[in-house]
């Protein structure tokens, strides 16, 4: 991968280390809300991906169609509960729930689909 693509992979990373982040800071408390950490760190992840698709389909490496197409899915479902509930001044908690388990999911998927063995 070269220099760009890296740059664009640190951007997804951090995208989702902001989203969950910003999702576990609130564990603890007794009522969540979407915060601007959750709404950037959702957004920078999704268009960092799209964006990472595009430079490994121009040529920069190999592309895993089905890994890409679930993690989109999963990102996408996580952009729009996260802009329907942006306004609202507090969530439920199966929400809440529901997005941490999509975003851990979505990081599992990244590090183990198509991970080589022997580490």
């Known amino acids: 991968m ?8 640190v951007i997804h990373i951090l995208g989702f280390a902001a989203l969950l982040g910003g999702l576990l800071a609130q564990a603890r408390e007794p009522e969540k809300k979407i915060t601007g950490v959750i709404r950037d760190g959702v957004g920078t992840a999704f268009v960092a991906g799209i964006v990472l698709v595009g430079l490994l389909e121009a040529g920069d490496g190999p592309v895993a169609h089905d890994k890409i197409g679930v993690k989109f899915v999963i990102t996408l479902i996580l952009l729009v509960l996260v802009m329907m509930n942006l306004r609202k001044p507090r969530i439920p908690n199966g929400l809440y729930w529901a997005l941490t388990g999509m975003t851990v999911l979505n990081i599992v998927l990244a590090i183990f689909w198509n991970a080589k063995h022997g580490y």
């Open 2 to 9: 070269n220099t760009l693509g890296l740059i664009v992979l």
